[in-house]
């Protein structure tokens, strides 16, 4: 089992950067497959990026591609989103999820959350224009 807790949320300008930081506990964490989601006020929840166990291969949404990049330490059990060139259309809660362990990037469709198994608490991400 794979607890995930998410911070690094506050409260930026237009153009500014924060970055998330997603750490996990459990075994599972280095052969879990990681993604992040956001949901703003009165909108669906969606995919934002995902990477593999290995962080060889990643994924991204195309409103944050060459904006946002998610990394990953195996070593320290955390996942990392830096978000750049923040946006107003950014504010949203962002969430942290974990997919089950041993499961391999491909064959799965790591954009939808039900292929993840362990969701966080979500951090508050405020970009104001």
């Known amino acids: 089992q794979v607890q995930v807790v998410e911070s690094g949320g506050g409260l930026v300008q237009a153009g500014g950067s924060l970055r998330l930081s997603c750490a996990a506990s459990?075994?599972?964490?280095?052969?879990?497959?990681m993604g992040w989601f956001r949901q703003a006020p009165g909108k669906d929840r969606e995919f934002v990026s995902a990477i593999s166990w290995s962080g060889a291969n990643t994924d991204y949404a195309d409103s944050v591609k060459g904006r946002f990049t998610i990394s990953r330490d195996n070593a320290k059990n955390t996942v990392y989103l830096q978000m750049n060139s923040l946006e107003a259309d950014d504010t949203a809660v962002y969430y942290c999820?974990?997919?089950?362990?041993?499961?391999?990037?491909?064959?799965?469709?790591?954009?939808?959350?039900?292929?993840?198994?362990?969701w966080g608490q979500g951090t508050q991400v405020t970009v104001s224009s």
């Open positions: 459990g075994r599972a964490f280095s052969s879990s497959c």
């Open positions: 999820a974990a997919g089950p362990g041993g499961r391999t990037w491909t064959g799965y469709n790591w954009r939808l959350g039900d292929e993840y198994a362990y």
